[in-house]
């Protein structure tokens, strides 16, 4: 699975869109781009997924570069229940071990 | 809901006395696995399952068992706990019929070996 780099912190103000970034430079045609978030010691929690086209669902967005080296996952409106540890993931999609390598990841401070 | 429990959720035991944590789901997924998360280190996979009475070795095996006789259930076996295996565990459920990416988590088991 290729390697990705993210920012070790970042903050954001309640309301506002938090915007965390993702280099995957080293990603091949088969790999897709997963993001999860980890709250103070619990279990991690699958936030979005997406090969090439953008994606968007009830918690995020997630925008792929068109040379899919980087990423960005936008949470529209910030509240402080968003604070947590985001990790972004790059792996294949197939049917064997679903196994997730989880990185340093950014820690994610909402501020009220 | 749809979920994956664990039990139990605090653990403090001593040096070689067996232990056995539980994971269940609800979710009829085929596959299962475990982890631990160490400072510093992340979240390593000890074992995973791809479905009823198949097992096999993540990246940190040693010194755990676990076994999946229902699809449901895939408990984690301590046979002789050491204190190098105090840390967090987590188990979590996915489904293979269908890639959809969502891997469902635990809330996690605090184990300390003393």
């Known amino acids: 699975d290729a390697k990705t780099t993210q920012p070790p912190s970042m903050d954001c103000a309640e309301g506002r869109a938090a915007n965390l970034p993702c280099n995957h430079s080293?990603?091949?045609?088969?790999?897709?781009v997963y993001w999860y978030r980890q709250i103070h010691s619990q279990g991690p929690q699958y936030i979005i997924h997406?090969?090439?086209n953008n994606e968007t669902n009830e918690m995020a967005s997630l925008i792929i570069t068109e040379d899919r080296k980087s990423s960005t996952l936008i949470l529209p409106h910030a509240t402080l229940r968003d604070t947590a540890v985001y990790y972004c993931?790059?792996?294949?999609?197939?049917?064997?071990?679903?196994?997730?390598?989880f990185g340093t990841g950014t820690r994610l401070t909402i501020i009220p | 809901e749809a979920q994956v429990t664990q039990n139990p959720r605090y653990l403090i035991t001593v040096t070689g006395k067996k232990l056995t944590v539980t994971c269940s789901q609800n979710m009829n997924h085929e596959y299962m696995s475990w982890y631990r998360q160490d400072p510093g280190l992340g979240l390593r996979q000890i074992y995973y399952s791809m479905n009823v009475e198949v097992t096999d070795k993540g990246d940190v095996p040693e010194g755990y068992k676990v076994s999946r006789k229902e699809k449901r259930n895939f408990p984690l076996i301590l046979e002789s706990p050491s204190p190098n295996q105090t840390s967090l565990y987590f188990c979590?459920?996915?489904?293979?019929?269908?890639?959809?990416?969502?891997?469902?988590f635990g809330p996690g088991t605090r184990l300390l070996v003393l």
């Open positions: 993931i790059v792996r294949v999609a197939n049917f064997g071990n679903e196994k997730l390598t």
């Open positions: 979590a459920s996915s489904t293979m019929t269908t890639h959809t990416g969502d891997q469902y």
């Open positions: 080293t990603i091949s045609g088969n790999e897709y």
């Open positions: 997406g090969l090439k």
